[in-house]
């Protein structure tokens, strides 16, 4: 069974930094396309980002509001993916969910930016 | 990029109605497009893949169509379980691109 679990949401500083998470187990997640989904409160759903699979050298590619600040990256060892987030606004508060293909989704972690 | 525009906004229906939601997109997307399911404090789920191929374990009464500009998500006969937001996402090119969304409700 495919499963997505996402971790590492919390409440931030603006300005400050975060680590994203999301184990994958049922599949091998190197062998996919890998996406970050978020949804700020009472709002609609925004791509965020796409790692390619590892057949396709695990290029990135980035919504325009996150460029430069968000990176995306993986770990095969741990079959798992990860979203770094930098420069953290408010407008970044949302659940993030990460997703096999936009196919998959985890059940989402909250990130909250607020002083 | 690719502005993705839902219609209707939202819609109140009964159990058992048929209902139909449309997604049209800024430029042709083939049949690049995704409808998505869902329901309040839950993760979206995916009913439709490639604008028309039903996603595995997806209720048949669940249909999409269409190709390039317009697409649709037709709900053969609305189930009380159905009462949800649905999502058209484009994925022909990056940035992929979400339609703002239908809120179906009961009437």
């Known amino acids: 069974e495919v499963q997505l679990v996402e971790s590492g949401g919390n409440l931030v500083q603006p300005g400050g930094s975060l680590r994203l998470s999301c184990a994958a187990s049922?599949?091998?997640?190197?062998?996919?396309?890998m996406d970050w989904v978020r949804q700020a409160p009472g709002k609609g759903l925004e791509w965020v980002g796409r790692?390619?699979?590892?057949?396709?050298?695990?290029?990135?590619e980035y919504a325009a509001s996150v460029k430069g600040r968000f990176t995306i990256s993986r770990d095969d060892s741990k079959n798992s993916l990860y979203l770094q987030m930098i420069s953290l606004q408010s407008e970044d508060t949302a659940v993030y969910y990460c997703?096999?293909?936009?196919?998959?989704w985890g059940q989402g972690t909250q990130v909250t930016v607020s002083s | 990029d690719i502005q993705m525009t839902q219609s209707p906004s939202s819609l109140s229906a009964s159990v058992g109605d048929r209902v139909t939601i449309t997604c049209r997109a800024s430029?042709?997307?083939?049949?690049?497009l995704g409808w998505y399911q869902q329901k309040p404090g839950k993760a979206p789920k995916r009913l439709i893949y490639?604008?028309?191929s039903l996603q595995s374990g997806v209720p048949s009464r669940f249909s999409g169509s269409g190709s390039g500009t317009e697409f649709t998500l037709t709900i053969s006969s609305l189930q009380p379980e159905d009462f949800a937001t649905y999502y058209c996402?484009?994925?022909?090119?990056?940035?992929?691109?979400f339609g703002p969304g239908t809120k179906v409700d009961i009437k």
């Open positions: 997703a096999r293909g936009v196919g998959y």
């Open positions: 049922g599949f091998t997640s190197s062998d996919y396309h």
């Open positions: 790692s390619r699979s590892k057949a396709n050298s695990y290029t990135t």
């Open positions: 430029q042709g997307i083939r049949n690049d």
């Open positions: 490639a604008a028309a």
């Open positions: 996402l484009q994925y022909n090119s990056y940035p992929f691109t």
